[in-house]
Nanobody, 122 residues
Framework: QVQLVESGGGLVQTGGSLRLSCAASRSIVSINAMGWYRQAPGQQRELVATIRSDGYTDYVDSVKGRFTISRDNAKNTVYLQMNSLKPEDTAVYYC????????????????WGQGTQVTVSS
């Protein structure tokens, strides 16, 4: 049974920082694109950061220059360093394979972890 365990969330003031971690119970070395998603109340889940196996990274415009995604394949872990946090960053953050078809291939079904809550107070 696959597991993705996200951690590192919490309550922080505007301008603060958090570092999220995502530990996978299976190897991610063969997975090309891993990403961090977030879902705010009443909103759809959105992909905010992607990292490919060749080190290429991409970010949604709203987090560019503030968030940094990284991965450690040896530890089956993906990280998200979040700086200069804003109230609009408040959401539940999830990590996962990018792309539903690839997720199903990787995990056997469209699996999602529990996520970690990030709350930024103004």
């Amino acid at each position: 049974q696959v597991q993705l365990v996200e951690s590192g969330g919490g309550l922080v003031q505007t301008g603060g920082s958090l570092r999220l971690s995502c530990a996978a119970s299976r190897s991610i070395v063969s997975i090309n694109a891993m990403g961090w998603y977030r879902q705010a109340p009443g909103q759809q889940r959105e992909l905010v950061a992607t990292i490919r196996s060749d080190g290429y990274t991409d970010y949604v415009d709203s987090v560019k220059g503030r968030f940094t995604i990284s991965r450690d394949n040896a530890k089956n872990t993906v990280y998200l360093q979040m700086n200069s946090l804003k109230p609009e960053d408040t959401a539940v953050y999830y990590c996962n394979v990018v792309g539903e078809r690839t997720r199903v291939t990787a995990w056997g079904y469209n699996y999602w972890g529990q996520g970690t809550q990030v709350t930024v107070s103004s």
